[in-house]
Structure formats: structure tokens, C-alpha cells
RNA sequence: GCUGCCGUAGCUCAGUGGUAGAGCACUCCCUUGGUAAGGGAGAGGUCGACAGUUCAAUCCUGUCCGGCAGCACCA
């Protein structure tokens, strides 16, 4: 038979005559629909609107405005910026232009790489080639028409990329009237449907492929959307991004600054410090009664990372020291920790255990250097010195999935103290190909890792999403991967587990187990924060440097209205500071506007005013950072509030429900 | 590490082939003012480092260091 059943969004169904173009389909039903259709669905997978329709199919029609045309939208834009550069700058070769979140971007490749001054010629020539609105025609061309066409052009890259398809599938090319490209499609039906609200943003270095080993080519990032309300937004949430950066809030809060003596290290300054021991204080009391907390060496003889692999699958990125004394007789190298696990195996080692004794939890707040690339380092959030919150399990296989569990909740209630409220995305990667270990052991971790992921994902319910990143475990064994979403809906990932069967036999570790034999014990490698400097730097962009009263590094300031209140302001301090709060004091002879303004532009969460009034009658004018009012209470009871709420979360639950219950 | 851009006072930034400027911050003086900038004066820079070109370099060129944006990297 030669008709084809179609059924629409409505569950109605219609024949077609075999081979009918979703565009003839539309114009029967109405000419508006035609008009306003830029791709259409069939069974659910974005088509051109123009291809024939060879099976039976549900055919939804997709308008400009749908969430789904937004991504042709992009990658539409792309390749009109890609005409607009050819026709600017003929002989810029052309390479790929995908969509990405937010915008697409395109490589090109030149000479003489394009500036941002490009970006005003190159929109006005993308708006003209829009304002055109040729249609978008798909041709299928045989290989070599193909590369016959791409070579006598000169595009080198094209040639490439027609090579690299796959021998099954057609070569399409794209004409937006006389311009075309190599492309899997689909796209809408013309140029004109892009529409105005697209920006470029910024121009970077790309390697072609991917591939440090080829030619840098040039990326130009644009952003796009269905409506130029959408572009605002956007444009705007970047600003906000911006606004937040820790790097900026880091100097104007004086938390931390680097200098060019230390790149990628970080100078803590007294408020910022005050912030990391915060977080390490709310660590360690998480740690309590479950880990043995140590401290491994800074510096090891290079021996030490032979055994342990580092020296030779590591060593570009560590740092090695020897004595600098010119006439020292010990010229033996060694390496700054890139890890903590050589030395808690140590530790382990040192004197016999027992499968009595496992699981054995060491943690350690412990400082690692690492020689990152240069170009890898950025604030806070990449750096060569760096403090883990750092442990490690060694246990018994049978031991393996309870410990993996008891991480998972510690790590999940930590982020929820933290007030990330979000989405977590908790990722499984399994075993790569460069790996140690038998096949069997990967079977067997992989198997307790997967059952451990889906009880997550259970426990978690809505908020917990898993992936399996197939091939990105570790040498050593399979990992999870805590990925937590911030304020303005950014992911980090923090949290790690790692199972490694690797270490401690490299090590020679072992515990003695009830049948009387030597057995190496599993390793698991777990960071929560991850890097406490990143974690900060995390903390301080989620809370753009409004910290809640327990993580600020100043909770409350007390000042003056005149210098009459100085005797009683210099009381309220002893007493805040008494009550445990950090505190300080602003005695200066300045007017009050002043000292709020500077006060609040310092995010100092509370501020207490005092006056005559005040001193006379043992009250505080409380200010609360991001308030407009104030609100004047007896002194006890402003410092009993502040206290309750500087109270950290973990310590609220445990008044909350003692560990014994009193008799 | 790669490509591009950048490096001038504590911060934000202007500027010039003839060794530099603003605002804020800082110091001092005046001001004692009820909730987001009171007024005045002063001090502060080897113009990232080292070479080269030039009569002369902060400015031009090169190398290096550091930073920014991507890319690559993140065992």
C-alpha cells in the first residue's frame, strides 16, 4: 500500500499518500500552521519540516516558541554567523558549530584570530543574512562530491569531517541560500525564524577536535533565544554571576588575596581563615566518634610515591624539594603530598590489625600540593595547595556497600547544612581502560557499586538524580561523584568515593582475619568538601558573601550613634563576645549613615546601634544586614537571638536529640 | 601547557616616545551627627621583571613572570 497512517498531537490519525512532507501535511490542515511550523516531531525526534514521510509516524508540529525549537534556534544562529565570517573574511576556513547550554558556538579557523571589535560587523552581517530569510534546504551528497566540493572550497577541516562520518550514514548539506555547510540537522525551515535576540559573547582558543596535538582554531560563543525577554534574562543572570564572583567578594570582604610569588596559593586573611576553620570546625564534629582523625607528613622521600605509583603515573604533577644547602650531604629528593592515602597506608601499617579493628575511618585535614597547569588555576577554585577533608576507609569487602552508604548520608546532610537545598546528582564512573586489577574485581566493585547507587537513589527520593559515566573511574577502582547545584543553579562537584583494591598491596598493608590469614584490606577513598578552598570559594558565591550568622566571619558589629555611647558599647562587645560571637566594635567618629553604609557593604549580618537611649535603658538598635529598619531590644535578649541562630546546624540537631537520653 | 587579551597608587581605572593622573581607601585636622557616603588638608607609584631599539622607553620590540576568557588537564 502506498499511504502511511499519521497521527496527530490529538490521537487523531489521517492517510497520507507515502513519501508527503510534513510541510504539505501542515498546509493541508491550515496555512497558518504551515506558516508558524518550523520543525516537526515525528515519533517524538525533531525532523525538517520539508522531508518526506516514508512510515507510519505521530507527527507533532513544532512552533517557533517551543521549548523545543530552542536548540535550532542556536545551532540555526550558528551557522549564520558561520556565513556571516565567510562572507567578511573570505578564505576563513570552517570547522564545527554545535549548540551548547545557553548559546552555540563555531571554530573557525584563520590566521589572524578575530577580537570581540569583530563582534558589531559580524552581528550586523548575521542580521542581514536573518532579515534574508532564505530557506534552509537539505541536499544528501555523495563522499566524494563531497570532499571534491569541500576541497576545491578549501576547507581542509570539512574534508576531514566528511571522513569522519560514519559509512552508514548520508553526507547532508545545508543551503541557506547560496552559503552551505556540513550538517546532521535538522534545522527550521528559514533563516528569518532565528529572530533578533541573539548576542555574540566572547572569542576563545579551541583545539581542532578537541586534540592538544592539533591546530588551535578560533571559537566565537554567542548566546541565543526565542525572545529578546529571554536574552535580558540571561544577560542579566550573568551579571548577577558576576557580581558574585569570590575572586571580587575575596578582596572587598578581605578574605584571601594571591600575589605573583604564589601562584595558585592562597593567602588567608584573618576573616577569611575565619570562614575555613568554620567549615573545618563543622567537619570535625561531623567526624566525631566514627573517624580517627591524624596528620601525615608534608614531605616524603621520593621512594615513598615510587611504591605508591605517583612518581610514575603523577609526577608532572607534583612538587619535589631537597635541602637547599649548597654543601648538604643529603641530596635525596622529596615530594610534597599531592595525596594523603601513602600516609594514612603508613599509619595503617604501623602495627598489626585486626579484622577487629576495621572498619578503620582515618581522616585528616590535610594539605596537598599539586602542579596544575597554568592555565587550570582560577581563584579559589583551582589551585597547587590545597586542604581535603580528607579519609580514608579500610575495610572488608563484606564491609564495602554499609561504609559507601554511611558516606553517602554524611555527605548529603553536609550539603543540606551547607544550604544547598538543590538538586544532587550523585555520578558512578566505572573502569577505565588504562586500569589495575583483574577483571573479576571490576565485575565485583562495579556490581556493589551499582546495588549502593540505586539504594541512593531510593533514599534520596526526588532529589537525588544518578548517572553512570561509563570509562571515568580511577585506575585503582570505581568512584561516585557528589555533584551539588548552587544558589543561582550552578553544579559543583564536590563529594568523592572511590574504592581502591590498589593501595594497600602496593603498600603491603594487611590485617590478620578471624581464620588467622593475611588479607588487604579495601581502601576508600571519601572527600565531602573536596578541596575546603574550592568548598570556601563555593560557599561564597552560593551565599554571594551573605553568609548565615554561623559561617560569618563578623557576626555582629556594635557602634555608636555618638561618642557619649562608647562605655556601654564596649559592655555589649564583652558580653556578645562572651556569649561566643564574633565580635567587633566600631568606636570611630563618624556619622551613623556612614558607618551603617560601610557596615553593610561589608555584610556584616548584625549590627548593633547604640545611643543614649540605649545606654540608658540596656538596649540594643538591632540592624539586621539587607533590612532597611531596626529594631531596639533589651540587650540580653538581642545576644540570646544572635546566639541561637549562630548556633551551626549540626550542633542545633544534637540539642535537639541527645545522643543518650537523660533518665 | 595552548590561543587570544591584560599587567599604571591598597582598590577601580585614565594617560603619554621627554620618568604620571582621577575617584575611593589611607593619615591628620575640623565636625558629636539616630540607621547606606559631613568638610578640609596631606601622604602614597622603579608604570610586572629583564633585555633590545632610541639622544630619550611606563609607552615600541623580544623573552620571562603573573592574571583573565576559553581549550586541554583535573591521576
Redesign the pocket.
Known amino acids: 500500500m502506498d499511504q502511511i497512517t499519521i497521527t496527530f498531537p490529538d490521537g487523531k490519525t489521517r492517510e497520507y499518500p507515502r513519501g508527503t512532507t510534513g510541510l504539505d501535511i501542515a498546509k493541508g490542515i491550515s496555512p497558518s500552521l504551515a506558516k508558524r511550523t518550523v520543525v516537526m516531531a515525528l515519533n517524538g525526534t525533531l525532523t525538517d519540516l520539508a522531508d518526506p514521510i516514508d512510515d507510519n509516524a505521530a507527527i507533532d508540529f513544532v512552533a517557533r516558541d517551543d521549548a523545543r525549537a530552542l536548540e535550532l534556534i542556536r545551532h540555526d544562529c550558528a551557522h549564520v554567523l558561520a556565513e556571516a565570517v565567510q562572507s567578511l573574511w573570505p578564505g576563513t576556513q570552517v570547522t564545527i558549530g554545535p549548540t ?1 547550554e545557553n548559546g552555540f ?1 563555531y571554530d573557525f579557523f584563520r590566521n ?4 570581540p571589535e569583530d563582534f558589531a560587523a559580524i552581528e550586523k552581517k548575521m542580521r542581514e543574512i536573518i532579515a534574508r530569510d532564505k530557506p534552509f534546504t537539505k541536499e544528501v551528497w555523495t563522499r566524494d562530491e563531497a570532499k571534491k566540493v569541500f576541497a576545491d572550497n578549501g576547507e581542509a577541516f570539512k574534508v576531514e569531517l566528511v571522513d569522519a562520518i560514519p559509512e552508514d550514514q548520508t553526507i547532508k548539506i545545508y543551503k541557506q541560500g547560496e552559503w552551505f555547510d556540513l550538517c546532521r540537522g535538522p534545522h527550521m525551515t528559514s533563516t528569518g525564524k532565528i529572530g533578533t535576540a541573539f548576542k555574540l ?7 581542532w577536535r ?3 596535538n592539533n591546530p ?4 566565537i ?1 554567542g548566546t541565543a533565544w526565542a525572545k529578546q525577554e529571554d536574552l535580558d534574562t540571561y544577560l542579566h543572570q550573568i551579571e548577577e554571576a558576576e557580581k558574585r ?1 569570590h ?2 567578594l575575596g ?2 570582604l578581605d578574605l584571601f ?8 596559593v592562597v593567602f588567608w586573611h584573618a576573616k577569611g581563615w575565619s570562614l575555613f576553620q568554620s567549615l573545618v570546625g563543622y567537619m570535625r564534629r561531623r567526624l566525631a566518634g566514627d573517624y580517627d582523625e591524624v596528620n601525615a607528613p608534608q614531605i616524603l622521600d621520593k621512594v615513598l610515591w615510587e611504591t605508591s ?2 612518581w610514575e ?2 609526577r ?2 607534583m612538587f619535589a624539594a631537597q635541602s637547599a644547602g649548597e654543601d648538604a650531604e643529603d641530596k635525596r629528593w622529596f615530594a610534597l603530598k ?2 594523603n ?1 601513602p600516609g594514612h597506608v603508613q599509619i595503617f601499617k604501623h602495627g598489626l590489625k585486626s579484622y577487629r579493628d576495621l572498619p578503620l575511618r582515618m581522616a585528616e585535614f590535610g594539605v ?1 600540593h ?1 602542579y ?8 579559589l577554585m ?1 589551585v597547587r595547595g590545597f586542604t581535603q577533608d580528607d579519609a580514608h576507609v579500610f575495610c572488608t569487602e563484606a564491609q564495602l556497600a554499609d561504609e559507601c552508604i554511611k558516606i553517602n548520608d554524611l555527605i548529603l546532610s553536609t550539603y543540606s547544612d551547607f544550604g544547598f537545598e538543590g538538586e544532587l546528582t550523585v555520578k558512578l564512573s566505572t573502569r ?1 581502560e ?1 586500569r589495575v586489577g583483574t577483571d573479576e574485581m571490576w565485575d565485583h566493585a562495579e556490581r556493589v557499586m551499582a546495588t549502593v547507587l540505586s539504594e541512593i537513589k531510593a533514599k534520596g527520593g526526588n532529589r537525588i538524580k544518578t548517572e553512570i559515566n561509563p570509562g ?5 577502582g570505581p568512584k561516585f561523584e557528589y555533584v551539588l547545584r548552587d544558589a543561582i543553579g550552578r553544579d559543583w ?1 564536590c563529594g ?1 568515593t572511590q574504592v581502591d583494591f590498589n593501595l594497600p598491596e602496593r603498600f603491603g598493608a594487611f590485617y590478620i582475619d578471624a581464620d588467622g590469614a593475611k588479607k588487604a584490606p579495601v581502601m576508600v577513598h571519601r572527600a565531602i568538601c573536596g578541596s575546603m578552598e574550592r568548598f570556601t570559594g563555593i560557599l561564597i558565591e552560593h551565599y554571594a558573601g551573605n553568609f548565615p550568622l554561623w559561617l560569618a566571619p563578623v557576626q555582629v558589629v556594635v557602634t ?6 562608647d562605655d556601654y558599647a564596649k559592655k555589649v562587645l564583652a558580653a556578645l563576645r562572651k556569649a561566643g560571637l564574633r565580635a567587633d566594635i566600631d568606636l ?11 557596615h ?2 561589608a555584610k556584616v549580618p548584625a ?10 535603658s540596656h538596649s ?4 539586621r ?2 533590612s ?3 529594631k ?1 531590644m533589651p540587650t540580653d535578649e538581642a545576644i540570646a537571638a544572635l546566639v541561637d541562630e549562630a548556633t551551626p546546624p549540626d550542633v542545633k540537631r544534637m540539642h535537639a536529640s541527645p545522643a543518650v537520653a537523660a533518665e
Not at 589572524?112 to 577580537?115: A, L, S, V
Not at 588551535?216 to 571559537?219: A, E, H, K, P, V
Not at 594571591?258 to 601562584?263: D, N, T, V
Open positions: 551548547i558556538y589572524e584570530p578575530f577580537t559573547m566572547k572569542v576563545a582558543g579551541a583545539y578537541g586534540d592538544s588551535m582554531l578560533t571559537r560563543y564572583d575572586r571580587k578582596r572587598e588575596h594571591f600575589q605573583e610569588e604564589g601562584p595558585g605509583g605517583h603515573w603523577y608532572e604533577n599531592p595525596m592515602c596537598v599539586r596544575e597547569p597554568s592555565g587550570a588555576m582560577h581563584g583551582r577505565p588504562k571515568e573511574g580511577a585506575f585503582y562537584q568523592t555608636t550613634i555618638t561618642s557619649e555611647g570611630r567618629n563618624e556619622k551613623i549613615n556612614f558607618k551603617v553604609r560601610e553593610s557593604l549590627l548593633l546601634v547604640v545611643g543614649k537611649k540605649e545606654a540608658e540594643v538598635s538591632v540592624r544586614l539587607g532597611e529598619g531596626q531596639v
